[in-house]
């Protein structure tokens, strides 16, 4: 378990990965070591950002839980924290079903995440993140969320009404 080391993990979607992205260069802003491959985690904090979308996402996001909250029991990580869809989805269900995990969060709590850990949450730098694809590409994200209420899709309950970046 290295120490100052943060390692996030991303389910899911392109959004969720900028959104690791962002966490990832306020974690570096408040001197961490941050690493962004769940086949070497070492760190002793890892974040676990959650796909709550479809079945498969769902299952594959509660195996990628538990196999921290394991790794957690045998002392290879410190703290576990679960963020993303899945949490923003289904909070009251996984704190109890998943006492181990040290804390859920939303989509976009990352105010609170780095609280909890005594730091802060730089605004200035709310729109930096660092790149996790290869040089030759980035996800850009331009809106989050969806207005419309279909009966089918889970969309508006997991984030927000529909918002668009601003152009600045």
């Not at 181990?100 to 605004?123: A, C, I, R, S």
């Not at 930096?128 to 809106?143: C, D, E, F």
Request: with cysteine; charged share 30%; proline share 2%.
């Amino acid at each position: 378990m290295v120490k100052n080391r943060v390692d996030i993990i991303t389910l899911g979607c392109s959004k969720n990965l900028v959104d690791s992205e962002r966490l990832m260069r306020q974690f570096k802003a408040n001197g961490y070591n941050v690493f962004h491959d769940a086949e070497k985690v070492s760190g002793e904090i890892v974040i676990v950002n959650t796909c709550g979308f479809i079945g498969d996402a769902k299952e594959e996001s509660i195996e990628m839980i538990l196999n921290f909250v394991e790794a957690k029991k045998q002392r290879k990580i410190k703290k576990l924290f679960v963020m993303g869809c899945l949490s923003e989805r289904y909070l009251q269900e996984l704190t109890g079903e998943i006492p181990e995990v040290d804390k859920f969060y939303g989509k976009f709590d990352w105010h609170n995440l780095l609280t909890d850990l005594g730091k802060v949450y730089d605004e200035k730098l709310s729109l930096q993140r660092i790149l996790t694809t290869p040089s030759h590409y980035a996800y850009v994200k331009i809106g989050e969320g969806c207005s419309r209420m279909c009966s089918y899709c889970a969309i508006p309950n997991i984030t927000v009404r529909y918002r668009s970046r601003s152009i600045e």
